[in-house]
């Protein structure tokens, strides 16, 4: 079974920082790898995901994460936040196999504060 | 907009009672995924539905049911509804077949249950 761990529940960060949420999965299988952001009282929103190939991902509103299969991570980056980027963060994972077939599996959520 | 459709937004009953809510798909989508959010346990895989079959059960406690409709709208069955059951329910649909889980899944902005 997939499980996905992020590290931080709350980040708070000054406008026009750059900012790093940490996401560690769990799977003895090939997976793919999403970030969602929730925005207040939104739904989910795919800022990007990890199919295959590069392991640079870019995504929209300047975001990028990085896969790294030896250290089962995918951590989202952003070199310079902007206040509107305040919300929820949201890494889930998936599979072909196992018990989720293709059921995205969430991590608890890392909530983005950005300050002026 | 992510063109999935959740019906009604808010929604107050009381303990004991049965709720019915319900998602539209977007345009082409034959799976729809029913999540549940809250607090304390985070954003939970309920069911998952390919063109009017069940494909995959998650923490779906037993009151709570599913199915999807031929026009592959699906609704979520609520039932001796608890305190604990107050919480976000979303709905998502995706194109995916069957074992693609690299396509996307696309939210609706969710049902907010509040059981009283």
């Known amino acids: 079974a997939q499980s996905v761990t992020q590290l931080d529940s709350q980040v708070p960060v000054f406008e026009e920082a750059p900012v790093e949420l940490r996401c560690n999965y769990s799977s003895s299988v090939s997976v793919y790898l999403f970030w969602y952001v929730q925005y207040p009282n939104q739904g989910l929103q795919l800022l990007l995901k990890y199919l295959s190939g590069s392991t640079l991902v870019k995504g929209i509103n300047g975001f990028e994460a990085e896969f790294n299969k030896s250290q089962t991570s995918f951590h989202l980056r952003k070199p310079s936040v902007h206040i509107s980027d305040t919300a929820e963060y949201f890494c889930?994972?998936?599979?072909?196999?196992?018990?989720?077939?293709?059921?995205?599996?969430f991590g608890k959520g890392t909530k983005l504060s950005v300050k002026p | 907009d992510s063109g999935v459709t959740q019906t009604p937004k808010h929604l107050i009953t009381a303990t004991g009672q049965r709720v019915t809510l319900r998602c539209s798909p977007r345009s082409g989508d034959l799976s729809v995924y029913w999540y549940q959010q809250s607090l304390d346990q985070g954003l939970q895989f309920l069911i998952h539905y390919y063109n009017g079959e069940e494909r995959a059960k998650g923490n779906i406690l037993e009151r709570f049911s599913a199915q999807q409709f031929p026009d592959l709208h699906s609704e979520l069955n609520l039932s001796s509804l608890e305190l604990g059951d107050s919480a976000l329910y979303f709905c998502?649909?995706?194109?995916?077949?069957?074992?693609?889980?690299?396509?996307?899944?696309?939210f609706g902005q969710g049902t907010r249950l509040t059981v009283v």
């Open positions: 889930a994972v998936t599979s072909n196999y196992g018990g989720s077939q293709g059921n995205l599996i």
């Open positions: 998502a649909s995706s194109v995916a077949p069957r074992g693609a889980s690299g396509t996307e899944a696309f």
